[in-house]
Each structure stands twice: as structure tokens, then as C-alpha cells.
């Protein structure tokens, strides 16, 4: 069983930046960072293997969001700049096993955060 608690949501003006954090207990090899908007499916933005560090990141937020995670492996963060008012979601932290690939699936992952808030101004 893995138990994942998210904070650092809020609200930020275009342009800005945000630190989300989520802290994980049990095993897992992959911790990933979905989003969801109104009317929106969900969607992977950021994934970490527990092991080596490797990042994922969808096009959408290449080169503006950084997953990264402590060296005790219990808390990943989710470093987002640049914001844009597209940006704005419910943004959840979800752990799992995941495979070689579709990393930022998110039938990759069984558990999942209660999900935080993310809003951005234009």
C-alpha cells in the first residue's frame, strides 16, 4: 500500500512559479504528477523512477516543469515555471510500478493523492 499526500497548490499570475510536493510512503518504482481541468481528462505531466531519477515530461510542459525527489526517495516535487493560464488544474500525485514505457499513463499507476489546486492568472 502506498499512501501519497500533495501540497504547494495555490494561486499565481501568469509568468510565475509554483513548487508542488508530494509525499509518498511504500514501495514503488515510478511517482508521477497528473493534471486534471474542468472538462478535461487527466493528464501525465512529470514522472520520476524511484531508482535512478529518470524525468518524463510531456510536451506541454517540457522545458518549464522539473520533477525531481529527495535523496530519502519520499517526497517528489514538481518545480513549475513559467506558468501559463492554460496551466490551471487539480494536479495529483500518483504512484505505481510502472513499465519500460507510457510512463505518463495513468494506467501505469494504483494509487493516487487527494489532488491540489493549481490557478493561474492571466
Known amino acids: 500500500q502506498v499512501r501519497l499526500v500533495e501540497s504547494g497548490g495555490g494561486t499565481v499570475e501568469a509568468g510565475g512559479s509554483l513548487r508542488l510536493a508530494c509525499v509518498a510512503s511504500?514501495?514503488?518504482?515510478?511517482t508521477a504528477w497528473f493534471r486534471q481541468a474542468p472538462g478535461k481528462e487527466r493528464e501525465g505531466v512529470a514522472a520520476?523512477?524511484?531508482?535512478?531519477?529518470?524525468?518524463y515530461y510531456s510536451g506541454s510542459v517540457q522545458g518549464r516543469f522539473t520533477i525531481s525527489q529527495n535523496s530519502a526517495r519520499n517526497t517528489v516535487y514538481l518545480q513549475m515555471n513559467r506558468l501559463k493560464p492554460e496551466d490551471t488544474a487539480m494536479y495529483y500525485c500518483?504512484?505505481?510500478?510502472?513499465?519500460?514505457?507510457?510512463?505518463?499513463?495513468?494506467?501505469?499507476?494504483?494509487?493516487w493523492g487527494q489532488g491540489t489546486q493549481v490557478t493561474v492568472s492571466s
Open positions: 500518483a504512484a505505481g510500478f510502472c513499465g519500460d514505457y507510457d510512463t505518463l499513463k495513468s494506467k501505469q499507476y494504483n494509487y
Open positions: 511504500g514501495s514503488r518504482s515510478c
Open positions: 520520476i523512477r524511484t531508482a535512478s531519477d529518470s524525468p
